[in-house]
């Protein structure tokens, strides 16, 4: 098929192949379909000449579900089994599949795949069906309005068919601009709790290809020697003993003097050949501090005239309310540097492709950042990079650097080779945990003022850490008036009704690479506020329940109340307050990336002997639930990652260095920490919302809670293994 990029509109083709129906939208944000005289308008949906239905997923897949909910959304609008379509994953391309979120860029994070698509995909599937149905009333000659398609049959009366014998027609067509949406009280697949994942079939047979799994007809792999100190950069090395391991080929510093590529036949050559490495490094700007520095260093911020009024409140007036109150409680938090720890550590290949180009394979999570990353390395023109995207063996934010660090490692390795064979990059774990990027250090403090009937009358709440944002691409659209809206999300935006509330924010120097974590602030955040809500109820001799939902009251305010709506929901469905004896229950609710979480956590043992969690019941609001089997799992998978790191998890530095190395001592959760998860979605018609994410914020402070119930010990410094706490 012959393609003219010069021109906008259809793309059309009656190849000897057959024909093909490509339905997407334009820069304008109108649907289309795209003819073969322009390919710049690349779709959401493909209708081979024989049938096949694939959805174009324009987000990667890491486990979080999108290469089933896309389609789902596709097969909902056509009418469609899920049997009956397929996905592939889109190019890169930000002028047709940006994140709508994002920008003017294409990348998958902060919940947002299902929620910036919904009606993305919704339209492309509706214009695809009214496409079909408009061929078939042509080749029927019977009003369109006649015409159904189920199961991806096209009927009429008494006349069928399969909707294979329209494509042809229906790609001569221009798609309707506003075409009618399916009416939610006739889905079919969106909701439905018998849809199961579409990638679930390959990855549990093997054939499912990850970054690490491709292995190129005669690449090389190739691995960087980094330095332990942060900063240090290379002065010169020494490969004499990398030359002794068969399979060495050869050693190069990159050009950003950031390390030395280590080039070998295999994955255990280019390990040995990089251990046997000596390197001379300057140190002169390398970090030096240990975490013992950087935790004094935010607690001196936190006792101090913060350097942002977040909330523009008088502080003064906060103050002396919080001093003139009848009760004054106050705590001070700490929560540490944590690592990303996907199962998956990062890789990438990269190849010269036929004409000159570049072709990268990678579980790319913000293309966009990559393909000019590599465009601007090569000095190529963008149309000549190519990302081809693969499946991620987890993320939890790590693939999505502002600065695309592991694959611009990747082009710097390669571009100092003759490109003849491609070039795999690999990261051991042992680089993953000690030199990736983390989640920033914080720190806390808050002053709650409660009167004589224990109602709040001033919350002082100040926060201290290492600002994400600040020094990436990111910073002119996230941080505004200095503030880094993601140190204080989930307080500056609380849906909770507090009188008298001061938010103070102060940057703290970063001391490693830093970077969004599942959830981002609200990993800290919801901690604090959870765990000052629970005290705060404790000290108004008050259920803690009550106490939150006296300040959701406002049932005229949709965050209110859908916020109160899950706490409700999980007190039911966790029997709260009839816990069985030597057992305590913790509870704690929180919005974020737009949805509405809350869990009850159930514990047993002691704090010496060992705490036991024996369940987590959750009730999440996310607005219609596309895929509910996803959703459970996802909120499952955000209540473990939160509550395993909070237990035992932490990254320390010692001269800058990190301490730990891999999973022995950087432990992930095990299945036997948590004995159930119960997951409850709230039935609802707003438009869908982000699941990845908002699973985690309150597993931890509802998690403290009970352990505060069961044995009155409190945590205000993170993680809970290291600071009084055992688990069993």
Same mark, same amino acid.
């Given at each position: 098929?012959?393609?003219?990029?010069?021109?906008?509109?259809?793309?059309?083709?009656?190849?000897?192949?057959?024909?093909?129906?490509?339905?997407?939208?334009?820069?304008?944000?109108?649907?289309?379909?795209?003819?073969?005289?322009?390919?710049?308008?690349?779709? $959401?949906?493909?209708?081979?000449?024989?049938?096949?239905?694939?959805?174009?997923?324009?987000?990667?897949?890491?486990?979080?579900?999108?290469?089933?909910?896309?389609?789902?959304?596709?097969?909902?609008?056509?009418?469609?089994?899920?049997?009956?379509?397929?996905?592939?994953?889109?190019?890169?391309?930000?002028?047709?599949?940006?994140?709508?979120?994002?920008?003017?860029?294409?990348?998958?994070?902060?919940?947002?795949?299902?929620?910036?698509?919904?009606?993305?995909?919704?339209?492309?599937?509706?214009?695809?069906?009214?496409?079909?149905?408009?061929?078939?009333?042509?080749?029927?000659?019977?009003?369109?309005?006649?015409?159904?398609?189920?199961?991806?049959?096209?009927?009429?009366?008494?006349?069928?068919?399969?909707?294979?014998?329209?494509?042809?027609?229906?790609?001569?067509?221009?798609?309707?601009?506003?075409?009618?949406?399916?009416?939610?009280?006739?889905?079919?697949?969106?909701?439905?709790?018998?849809?199961?994942?579409?990638?679930?079939?390959?990855?549990?047979?093997?054939?499912?290809?990850?970054?690490?799994?491709?292995?190129?007809?005669?690449?090389?792999?190739?691995?960087?020697? /980094?330095?332990?100190?942060?900063?240090?950069?290379?002065?010169?090395?020494?490969?004499?003993?990398?030359?002794?391991?068969?399979?060495?080929?050869?050693?190069?510093?990159?050009?950003?003097?950031?390390?030395?590529?280590?080039?070998?036949?295999?994955?255990?050559?280019?390990?040995?050949?990089?251990?046997?490495?000596?390197?001379?490094?300057?140190?002169?700007?390398?970090?030096?501090?240990?975490?013992?520095?950087?935790?004094?260093?935010?607690?001196?911020?936190?006792?101090?005239?913060?350097?942002?009024?977040?909330?523009?409140?008088?502080?003064?007036?906060?103050?002396?309310?919080?001093?003139?109150?009848?009760?004054?409680?106050?705590?001070?938090?700490?929560?540490?540097?944590?690592?990303?720890? @996907?199962?998956?550590?990062?890789?990438?290949?990269?190849?010269?492709?036929?004409?000159? *180009?570049?072709?990268?394979?990678?579980?790319?999570?913000?293309?966009?950042?990559?393909?000019?990353?590599?465009?601007?390395?090569?000095?190529?023109? @963008?149309?000549?990079?190519?990302?081809?995207?693969?499946?991620?063996?987890?993320?939890?934010?790590?693939?999505?650097?502002?600065?695309?660090?592991?694959?611009?490692?990747?082009?710097?390795?390669?571009?100092?080779?003759? /490109?003849? /064979?491609?070039?795999?990059?690999?990261?051991?774990?042992?680089?993953?945990?000690?030199?990736?990027?983390?989640?920033?250090? $914080?720190?806390?403090?808050?002053?709650?003022?409660?009167?004589?009937?224990?109602?709040?009358?001033?919350?002082?709440?100040?926060?201290?850490? +290492?600002?994400?944002?600040? *020094?990436? @691409?990111?910073?002119?659209?996230?941080?505004?008036?200095?503030?880094?809206?993601?140190?204080?999300?989930?307080?500056?935006?609380?849906?909770?009704?507090?009188?008298?509330?001061?938010?103070?924010?102060?940057?703290?120097?970063?001391?490693?690479?830093?970077?969004?974590?599942?959830?981002?602030?609200?990993?800290?955040?919801?901690?604090?506020?959870?765990?000052?809500?629970?005290?705060?109820?404790?000290?108004?001799?008050?259920?803690?329940?009550? $106490?939150?939902?006296?300040?959701?009251?406002?049932?005229?305010?949709?965050?209110?109340?859908?916020?109160?709506?899950?706490?409700?929901?999980?007190?039911?469905?966790?029997?709260?307050?009839?816990?069985?004896?030597?057992?305590? +229950?913790?509870?704690?609710?929180?919005?974020?990336?737009?949805?509405?979480?809350?869990?009850?956590?159930?514990?047993?043992?002691?704090?010496?002997?060992?705490?036991?969690?024996?369940?987590?019941?959750?009730?999440?609001?996310?607005?219609?639930?596309?895929?509910?089997?996803?959703?459970?799992?996802?909120?499952?998978?955000?209540?473990?990652?939160?509550?395993?790191?909070?237990?035992?998890?932490?990254?320390?530095?010692?001269? *800058?260095?990190?301490?730990?190395?891999? $999973?022995?001592?950087?432990?992930?959760?095990?299945?036997?920490?948590?004995?159930?998860?119960?997951?409850?979605?709230?039935?609802?018609?707003?438009?869908?919302?982000?699941?990845?994410?908002?699973?985690? @914020?309150?597993?931890?402070?509802?998690?403290?809670?009970?352990?505060?119930?069961?044995? *009155?010990?409190?945590?205000?410094?993170?993680?809970?293994?290291?600071?009084?706490?055992?688990?069993?």
């Amino acid at each position: 098929m012959t393609i003219n990029t010069s021109r906008r509109g259809f793309l059309k083709s009656a190849a000897a192949a057959g024909a093909v129906l490509l339905v997407g939208a334009r820069h304008d944000g109108a649907l289309a379909a795209a003819s073969s005289e322009s390919a710049q308008l690349n779709p $959401f949906v493909r209708i081979d000449a024989d049938g096949t239905v694939t959805a174009i997923v324009k987000h990667f897949e890491m486990g979080q579900g999108p290469a089933t909910g896309l389609p789902t959304i596709i097969a909902e609008e056509i009418g469609l089994r899920m049997d009956q379509i397929e996905y592939d994953f889109a190019p890169s391309n930000p002028q047709v599949y940006a994140n709508l979120a994002f920008g003017q860029a294409q990348g998958t994070g902060g919940s947002t795949a299902i929620a910036n698509s919904w009606m993305q995909y919704r339209q492309a599937g509706a214009a695809a069906r009214e496409m079909l149905i408009a061929a078939a009333a042509q080749a029927w000659g019977v009003d369109a309005s006649g015409i159904t398609i189920e199961e991806g049959i096209v009927k009429a009366g008494d006349k069928s068919a399969p909707l294979a014998e329209f494509v042809a027609a229906a790609a001569q067509m221009e798609a309707p601009a506003e075409p009618t949406l399916k009416d939610p009280s006739d889905f079919v697949l969106i909701g439905n709790e018998s849809v199961r994942r579409k990638d679930s079939p390959i990855k549990t047979n093997g054939q499912a290809i990850y970054g690490m799994d491709l292995h190129l007809p005669n690449q090389m792999v190739a691995m960087i020697k /980094r330095p332990e100190a942060r900063g240090a950069t290379v002065t010169g090395f020494d490969d004499s003993a990398s030359k002794e391991v068969k399979g060495f080929i050869n050693a190069a510093t990159l050009p950003n003097q950031a390390g030395v590529a280590v080039y070998a036949e295999n994955t255990w050559a280019a390990i040995q050949a990089r251990d046997a490495l000596e390197v001379e490094w300057d140190t002169s700007a390398a970090e030096t501090r240990n975490s013992d520095d950087i935790e004094a260093e935010i607690r001196t911020a936190l006792d101090a005239e913060p350097q942002y009024n977040v909330n523009k409140a008088d502080m003064s007036a906060v103050a002396a309310a919080v001093d003139g109150a009848d009760t004054v409680l106050e705590e001070t938090f700490y929560f540490p540097l944590l690592a990303h720890a @996907p199962m998956e550590p990062m890789n990438c290949t990269i190849e010269q492709s036929a004409d000159g *180009g570049i072709l990268l394979h990678d579980a790319a999570q913000i293309p966009t950042i990559t393909h000019f990353a590599l465009a601007e390395i090569f000095q190529l023109p @963008p149309e000549k990079i190519e990302i081809k995207t693969l499946l991620a063996g987890g993320s939890f934010g790590r693939r999505a650097t502002p600065d695309a660090d592991y694959q611009v490692e990747a082009a710097l390795a390669f571009a100092l080779t003759d /490109r003849s /064979r491609p070039v795999k990059l690999v990261w051991t774990r042992e680089d993953d945990i000690r030199s990736g990027y983390y989640r920033p250090a $914080f720190g806390h403090k808050v002053r709650v003022g409660l009167d004589g009937q224990g109602n709040i009358v001033g919350w002082q709440h100040q926060v201290a850490g +290492q600002s994400i944002m600040k *020094g990436t @691409p990111f910073e002119s659209v996230l941080v505004h008036d200095g503030i880094d809206h993601s140190s204080v999300e989930g307080i500056a935006d609380s849906p909770y009704a507090i009188p008298g509330m001061s938010l103070g924010l102060t940057d703290t120097p970063k001391a490693t690479t830093l970077l969004w974590w599942r959830s981002v602030g609200h990993t800290h955040t919801a901690y604090v506020m959870e765990t000052m809500m629970d005290k705060a109820a404790e000290a108004a001799g008050r259920d803690p329940v009550e $106490f939150r939902m006296a300040h959701l009251s406002d049932a005229s305010n949709a965050d209110q109340a859908r916020k109160a709506g899950v706490l409700k929901l999980a007190m039911e469905k966790a029997d709260w307050g009839n816990a069985p004896a030597g057992h305590a +229950q913790g509870i704690a609710v929180h919005k974020s990336f737009g949805s509405y979480a809350a869990e009850v956590v159930e514990v047993s043992g002691n704090v010496d002997d060992g705490i036991k969690i024996e369940k987590v019941t959750c009730a999440v609001d996310c607005g219609i639930a596309v895929n509910p089997d996803v959703i459970r799992a996802q909120i499952e998978g955000g209540v473990g990652y939160g509550i395993g790191h909070v237990m035992r998890d932490q990254i320390t530095l010692t001269s *800058g260095t990190v301490d730990q190395f891999n $999973f022995p001592d950087y432990e992930p959760l095990r299945i036997g920490d948590i004995a159930a998860i119960d997951v409850h979605i709230v039935p609802s018609a707003e438009a869908p919302t982000g699941v990845g994410e908002p699973g985690t @914020p309150p597993s931890a402070p509802a998690l403290a809670n009970a352990i505060r119930a069961l044995s *009155g010990v409190k945590v205000t410094t993170l993680p809970m293994a290291e600071n009084g706490v055992s688990f069993v």
